[in-house]
């Protein structure tokens, strides 16, 4: 199973939008709508911000929002914030029963 | 309060035997699935495993499947990563993680266990 494609590195200023892509294929982002995201700071365990493509966790500012068309899922970020700035990983569930993570993209505040 | 606690980091040398543990408190634990994600120095998240508790059953990225093993001993709500013979390749900060279904995200994480196998 391949990893997603995600963009090693996006920015953005305060308080703009920004918009993080991960693409798939048929097997796993375009055929499920089972897609997590997850932010990881410097040193700390991963922590889940979307789940199931669009759905927040309990405690998750709605400053984020996630979203799927086709093989590829986006995680946008509105209100850009300092504490923003940080690792981001999706996730898929696969026809093979098991998950896959994207790269990872670096957000960075300007 | 839920928690995933793991077991301390741990240094080995290649060839050698090593067994991480993964302990679960606050929640019902044989309710939830437990993975565990490898993450190498500098790089990004890797999916190897999942085990629900309640039955033991496992599905496992086929990449460490042969390599690593997971078992799960839900009478002391504890899930276990081990490796009969390290390589140096497996050095890692390894993570466990619970979901209530097999296509939940993953909503608590233990802490991270650092191994690191040199010479």
């Given at each position: 199973q391949s990893a997603l494609t995600q963009p090693a590195s996006v920015s953005g200023s305060p308080g703009q939008s920004i918009t993080i892509s991960c693409t798939g294929?048929?097997?796993d982002v375009g055929g499920y709508n089972y897609v997590s995201w997850y932010q990881q700071h410097p040193g700390k365990a991963p922590k889940l911000v979307i789940y199931d493509v669009s759905n927040r966790p309990s405690g998750i500012s709605n400053r984020f929002s996630g979203s799927k068309s086709g093989n590829t899922a986006s995680l946008t970020i509105s209100g850009l914030q300092a504490e923003d700035e940080t690792d981001y990983y999706c996730s898929s569930y696969t026809?093979?029963?098991?998950?896959?993570?994207?790269?990872?993209?670096?957000?960075?505040?300007? | 309060e839920v928690h995933l606690v793991q077991s301390g980091a741990?240094?080995?040398?290649?060839?050698?035997?090593?067994?991480?543990?993964c302990k679960g408190s606050g929640y019902s634990f044989p309710t939830y699935l437990i993975t565990w994600v490898r993450q190498m120095p500098?790089?990004?998240?890797?999916?190897?495993?999942?085990?629900?508790?309640?039955?033991?059953?496992?599905?496992?990225?086929?990449?460490?499947q042969g390599h690593v093993t997971i078992s799960a001993d839900k009478s002391i709500s504890?899930?276990?990563?081990?490796?009969?013979?390290?390589?140096?390749?497996?050095?890692?900060?390894?993570?466990?993680?619970?979901?209530?279904?097999?296509?939940?995200?993953?909503?608590?994480?233990g802490q991270g266990t650092t191994v690191t196998v040199s010479s």
């Open positions: 294929t048929s097997s026809s093979s029963s098991s998950w896959v993570f994207g790269g990872g993209t670096k957000v960075t505040v300007l | 741990e240094v080995k040398k290649p060839g050698e035997s090593l067994r991480i543990s500098g790089k990004g998240l890797e999916w190897m495993g999942m085990i629900d508790p309640s039955d033991s059953h496992i599905n496992y990225n086929v990449s460490f504890t899930v276990y990563l081990q490796w009969s013979s390290l390589k140096a390749s497996d050095t890692a900060t390894y993570y466990c993680a619970r979901s209530y279904v097999v296509t939940g995200g993953m909503d608590v994480w």
